[in-house]
Nanobody, 117 residues
Framework: QVQLVESGGGLVQPGGSLRLSCAAS????????MGWYRQAPGKERELVAT???????NYADSVKGRFTISRDNAKNTVNLQMNSLKPEDTAVYYC???????????WGQGTQVTVSS
């Protein structure tokens, strides 16, 4: 359906910033929304931020005001600018794509974000 590849994860100190990127390929014409989810050790995968083709955004309360999602629909990319990072943000971050005729079960391989001093 859609292939997703994340990049930009790494180790950062508390208060620092990282920018994640995700590139989509395959049936990219069918994508209606893209976003980011994360999974910390011992926790369920949770929504971080999503953005539809029309520009509507949705953020988790825990990241609102610190993270910003952006999309380039023509290039089928989605970015996540993460500022004021906290140790609680440590997780594997997954890119997600929603397709109008398939669903939202399209995931990247994940990229590790570690926030530690």
């Amino acid at each position: 359906q859609v292939q997703l590849v994340e990049s930009g994860g790494g180790l950062v100190q508390p208060g620092g910033s990282l920018r994640l990127s995700c590139a989509a390929s395959g049936r990219i014409f069918s994508i209606t929304a893209m976003g980011w989810y994360r999974q910390a050790p011992g926790k369920e995968r949770e929504l971080v931020a999503t953005k539809t083709n029309g520009g509507s955004t949705n953020y988790a309360d825990s990241v609102k005001g610190r993270f910003t999602i952006s999309r380039d629909n023509a290039k089928n990319t989605v970015n996540l600018q993460m500022n004021s990072l906290k140790p609680e943000d440590t997780a594997v971050y997954y890119c997600n794509a929603q397709q109008w005729d398939y669903g939202s079960d399209n995931w990247g391989q994940g990229t590790q974000v570690t926030v530690s001093s």
